[in-house]
Each structure stands twice: as C-alpha cells, then as structure tokens.
C-alpha cells in the first residue's frame, strides 16, 4: 500500500515543478509546456472558486453514492482544455465529470440533472444543444464557453474561456487539495441510463491513473517519487479515444504523472487514420491508445497502404473492448518490434489486469490478474478458485469505487461485502483458469439467453469480426418462441467487400460452438459505436426490434 494518499491535482503540480519546461500537450499548433498547462489549470481553479464553488461538506460525513463537492460538467471534444478543465476543477475542490458530446437534448437534460451540475465548460459547438436544457435545470453558477470553428456565439451569461482565464489571477491554488476529494466518471449508457461512478481521488491514482505501473503493478509511495520518475524523462504518448472515455482519461494521466507528453491529432472530432499515423510521425509519438476493433481497424488499414513512418512507436495500448487478435497479428506483422496491450477494468474497478502481445504471441480474451483482481460465484458468497467449472462475476478488491452518485440501491448490490472484503462487482462474466489467467466473457447485461444456455455477445463478436470482410459487427439477443431468444448478428462489411452468411457462419464456427452462431444476419451500412469506440447495444437492440 502507498505511504502517502495523493491528490490529482497535487501529482500534476509536483511533476510540474520537476519539469517545468516539457512539453505537456501538443494539439495542433499548441504546445503547452508543464510550467503553461499548471498556469492555465490554476487560473481555471481561480475562475471557480470565484464562482462559490468547491467543497461544501467533507467525505468523512457522507456515505459511499454521496458528493459534498461542486460538480463542473465537461462537454468537450478532445484538446488541452479537457485536461485543463479536469485540473483546475482538482486544484479548487471542485469535481469533474464527462459529458458525451453525442448526446441529444434529453440525454443531456438527464445528465445534468443527475449530476447536479455547478457549472459546464463547453465548446461552443455545442451551445445550441446546451441553450435547449439549461430553462429546466437549476442555474450553474458558471458556464465557460470555448470557442471553435462552429460560429456559435457565446449564450446569455456564459463567459468566453480564455477571456476568464486571461482575466482569473495566476498563483497556487486557493484552497488545500484533499485525497478525499472525489473523481466522477459517467458511465457510457449503452445499456441502461447513464451512472455517476464516484472515486476518491487517491483511490483511482493507485487503480488507474499513474499510482502504481500495470504489470508489475508496483506501487508509488511519496510525491518525491513521483517527481524523481518525471525528472528521468517520460513518453510521447497518442491519446485518441475521446477524453470523455475513462480510457483516455486513465492513459492521459498515467502519462502525465510519468512526466510525459499528451499528442491530440489534429482532428479530434471524428477518427482520421491518415491524419493520425502524420501526426504520429511529426511528433515521434511513442505510444498510442486505442479502444477496441471499431478504432484500432481503420488504423492498421491506413497503416497498412504504406507510406507512414511509424518507427518512433514501440507500444499500442488497448483498453475498453475487445480487439481482435486477428488484427493484433496484422499489426505486428507490419510493425514486428511493437507490443501490443491490453488491460482489463471499468468504470467501478480500475484496472485489473493485463495481456501482452509481441511477435511470435498473440491472443485476446485472457488477461494475467493484478493485485486484488478474483472471480466469486453466482450468489457473490465466495471467491472462486483458479479452475473452477462454471463462470462467475469478475470482482476487485482494494481501491475501489465509493459508490453510484444519489443511488443508495444500486450501490449496495454492486458493492458487497464477501467473507468480510468489499468488492466492486459491475456485471462482468469470466472464469478464473487453471493457469492463473482470468478469461473475460461479457458484461452479464448483454448476455443472451437461448435455449437455456448462456451466450455471451462479445465472443461471438470476436469470432465474426476475424473475417477478412468484416469492417465492424455487434450481436444482440431478440425474442423468439422458439428459443426464448435468438442470437443475431448485426455487420458491416468492409468497402467492397463482399461474403454470405453461410461464410461467416463458417468462419465463426471455428472459434465458438454452434449453438452461440447466430441465427440471424443482418447487413447495415454502418455500425453506431459511442465516440470511444464502444459497441451501443440499446441502438442494436432497436435495429433487431427487440
């Protein structure tokens, strides 16, 4: 266990000191030194607590699905005011949360009004949607509008971003940073309404965001540490999911307590695969994170048409859905010296686990435990030993979530105390092999039931989506007399691919039983994926009237 609990905001400060002069993000034409991004970050914290926000009650006088904080929404694309909006609510007390910048009105009013929202920083794109909810919510105290390309102008009482940082006075922040203070992340809501996952702030450092090192999974224990590893020399590190992602979040972090430098590609509004591999390129990117088939394929596609100069990257990191290892092979076949990873977690959990893949071995879909990681039974009363029969629900133990903001219930049943240990349980399927490795199976919610039998859609997915003509795919369940629920499979091909649903029922039947095959297939131009790549079961249910 650490010898010190820390602060997010406090870690970014003391790297900031131990390496003022480094590049913290490059986004486009900005390239903003550790030294400018703690400057801005701090006017922002600035800017709120002039706002009357902050903590109003301490965490040791609530319970686990409470916040005694100010809540400042982030409704942003990708850029260094993300990071900055996350750090500036850090250093004023104030806690973040993400906004999916897809989200129609309704959702939006939903998110809002279960956030509490206290103030939003939003680009400006986004402030005809914003004007729409904001009549049938209580007023935040603050709206920060960023400006961009869309022309909107700025809504009645919203101040212009860098105009209030420009005009907020520069210094340390005004209030102590505390380990209590909390760290919200929304779940994506792609099979139930949206959840606010609440964090102390030093728990998720020590689970996801730079505390401890995946793999070895050795442990930080004082900020001088953390100050000497940033003084060593950190990495370029692409982030390309959307900062809205807990992917990202957590890989942006851990880069930035490590004293490395955050490259955004020019384009962050949608995923462009030449426009990435340039600036990887340009900027001799080190690593770059990805979630899943639906972000990772078009990339070694394009990388794959030649011309790219990828020889600065010796890592892919991968974390949020399943990528496939027919891919994996693609790519490391083009770039034999790099190592592909994976790591296993969620919003509740942290990270849990980890699988590597290099030359000569590569494999999807179990991953090598980390400390507190374990699979209990069906009635959460035991721990499952490695090479149990059955499957069980994937648990983690030790820094984990405090609680589902406002909801007393949900909390409890995702939480349970077994045989003494409080556990994050968020729905996960895996068995716990004989040789130590945890094989993840899916989140129980898109399971289906067919004929008895349970079958889960993200491996029937993998097997489909090793096809050469698959460009995407997702599988759902619909009701049918005859089975109670059928298995069918919704897919886009590739560009000028063509194939039968004999031939992928074919392809698939060499990794999965036939009963799991679907019986059903359905062609779609287009697969709607969330911004980070992750599959939108509620939009697949629709298509298959289920």
């Not at 005011?81 to 973040?96: C, D, Q």
């Not at 990828?310 to 974390?319: K, P, T």
Request: aromatic share 8%; charged share 20%; net charge negative.
């Amino acid at each position: 266990m650490a010898a010190v609990e820390f602060n997010l905001g406090t870690v970014h400060e003391v790297v900031s000191a131990a390496v003022p002069e480094r590049e913290c993000l490059v986004w486009r034409d900005r390239r903003l030194t550790y030294a400018e991004v703690t400057d801005r970050s701090r006017r922002l914290a600035g800017c709120l607590h002039a706002a009357g926000l902050g903590c109003r009650v301490e965490r040791e006088g609530l319970l686990g699905h409470q916040s005694g904080q100010d809540h400042l929404a982030l409704y942003l694309h990708n850029g260094n005011e993300y990071i900055e909006g996350m750090l500036g609510a850090f250093k004023s007390r104030v806690a973040p949360f993400n906004v999916n910048y897809r989200y129609v009105t309704e959702e939006l009013r939903y998110l809002l009004a279960d956030a509490g929202a206290g103030a939003v920083l939003y680009h400006s794109a986004f402030a005809p949607v914003l004007a729409e909810v904001l009549p049938d919510l209580p007023r935040p105290r603050l709206l920060l509008q960023v400006a961009d390309d869309s022309g909107n102008g700025l809504l009645p009482g919203a101040l212009d971003y860098e105009a209030a940082l420009a005009g907020a006075p520069a210094g340390p922040p005004l209030v102590d940073p505390s380990p209590d203070d909390l760290y919200i992340l929304y779940t994506g809501g792609t099979t139930g309404m949206p959840k606010g996952v609440l964090w102390r702030q030093h728990d998720i450092f020590m689970a996801a965001m730079g505390g401890r090192s995946l793999g070895s999974w050795q442990v930080t224990t004082s900020y001088d540490e953390i100050a000497g590893k940033a003084a060593a020399g950190g990495l370029r590190m692409m982030i390309l999911p959307p900062l809205m992602h807990g992917a990202a979040q957590w890989a942006g972090f851990i880069g930035m307590a490590a004293g490395g430098t955050l490259i955004f590609p020019d384009e962050v509004r949608r995923l462009d695969a030449a426009d990435v591999w340039r600036t990887i390129a340009r900027e001799r990117a080190n690593t770059v994170t990805v979630v899943g088939d639906a972000m990772a394929r078009p990339l070694i596609e394009e990388l794959e048409g030649g011309g790219h100069d990828a020889s600065s990257l010796i890592g892919f990191g991968n974390g949020g859905a399943m990528l496939n290892p027919a891919l994996k092979q693609r790519l490391i076949d083009r770039l034999p010296n790099l190592i592909v990873s994976d790591s296993m977690g969620s919003s509740e959990t942290g990270a849990q686990a980890t699988h590597v893949s290099v030359k000569g071995g590569v494999q999807t879909g179990t991953f090598v435990p980390g400390p507190g990681a374990v699979v209990v039974d069906e009635a959460l009363e035991r721990l499952l030993a490695p090479g149990h029969d059955g499957t069980g629900w994937l648990a983690q133990a030790g820094w984990v979530t405090l609680g589902y903001l406002g909801d007393e219930a949900k909390t409890a049943r995702t939480f349970p105390v077994i045989q003494g240990v409080r556990y994050a349980i968020p729905g996960d399927r895996a068995r716990w092999l004989a040789g130590g490795e945890i094989e993840l199976l899916g989140r129980d919610a898109v399971t289906i039931n067919s004929g008895g039998e349970k079958i889960f859609a993200e491996e029937v997915e993998q097997a489909i989506s090793g096809h050469p003509a698959v460009q995407d795919v997702i599988v759902v369940g619909r009701p049918c007399e005859r089975w109670g629920n059928e298995v069918v499979a919704l897919v886009q091909l590739s560009d000028g691919a063509s194939t039968t649903p004999d031939d992928l029922e074919a392809h698939a039947a060499r990794s999965v039983a036939r009963y799991k095959l679907p019986k059903a297939w359905i062609f779609l131009p287009f697969i709607e994926r969330s911004p980070s790549g992750k599959a939108d079961y509620r939009w697949a249910r629709r298509q298959v009237g289920a």
